[in-house]
């Protein structure tokens, strides 16, 4: 089993930025790594996701304001968030796909996007 710990929510005004965290227990060398988030009311929905080589790909509605990057050596995620909007808010999961049969998720970091 893999542990992931979110960190870096809070609330920001629109136009703002945040950087979300995603430490995990062990090295983060498998296949794809992904945000998702959750806001109200609303289903989970898929972010931003990268792989192994650090390709990454982005929903429409972040594309050209989140950057999602990882670092290996700590053992992190991350998501660079800016211009945020109030559509922006959201409980910011990290996912971890280690292999074809193991899927790991965080607990989760609330963002709120408010004036």
């Known amino acids: 089993q893999v542990q992931l710990v979110e960190s870096g929510g809070g609330v920001v005004q629109p136009g703002g930025s945040l950087r979300l965290s995603c430490v995990a227990s062990?090295?983060?060398?498998?296949?794809?790594m992904t945000w998702y988030r959750q806001g109200p009311g609303k289903q989970r929905e898929y972010v931003a996701g990268i792989i192994s080589s650090g390709s990454a790909i982005y929903d429409p509605s972040v594309k050209g304001r989140f950057t999602i990057s990882r670092d290996n050596a700590e053992n992190t995620l991350y998501l660079q968030m800016n211009d945020l909007k109030p559509e922006d808010t959201a409980v910011y999961y990290c996912?971890?796909?280690?292999?074809?049969?193991?899927?790991?998720w965080g607990q989760g970091t609330q963002v709120t996007v408010s004036s």
């Open positions: 062990e090295s983060i060398d498998g296949i794809y």
């Open positions: 996912n971890y796909q280690r292999t074809t049969r193991e899927l790991y």
